[in-house]
């Protein structure tokens, strides 16, 4: 499967955006959709995930502002971010998986990348 992402954008604090995750292929229902983010130096860090269930999961610190949702029709998962804060500033990618694990929150648990989308937050 392909993936493509985007929506990023140069927002103040406090903005909500949306990011898109658009895929190829006929089977997009059957995968887990996650979402991470990476900052410059860092590791890339789990945002959240949409599993082939519709069954989501967030990170402790996006829990209640970020929401994941997909539609299986149009093959694209979508980051909705609310409240945003400068610490949110960072590339965001969305990945997918054919198996969910018990790994789920870890980059290597995940065999197919988007190109990644720009996420700056202002204060």
């Known amino acids: 499967v392909q993936l493509q992402a985007s929506g990023g954008g140069l927002v103040q604090a406090g903005d909500s955006l949306r990011l898109s995750c658009a895929a190829s292929?006929?089977?997009?229902?059957?995968?887990?959709l996650a979402w991470f983010r990476q900052e410059p130096g860092k590791e890339r860090e789990f945002v959240g995930i949409?599993?082939?269930?519709?069954?989501?999961s967030y990170a402790e610190s996006v829990k209640g502002w970020f929401t994941i949702s997909r539609d299986n029709g149009k093959n694209t998962v979508f980051l909705q971010m609310n409240s945003l804060k400068p610490e949110d500033t960072a590339v965001y990618y969305c990945a997918a998986n054919g198996l969910f694990s018990d790994t789920y929150t870890y980059p290597r648990s995940y065999a197919y990348w988007g190109q990644g989308t720009q996420v700056t937050v202002s204060s």
């Open positions: 292929g006929s089977t997009f229902n059957t995968y887990n």
């Open positions: 949409s599993r082939r269930s519709l069954a989501t």
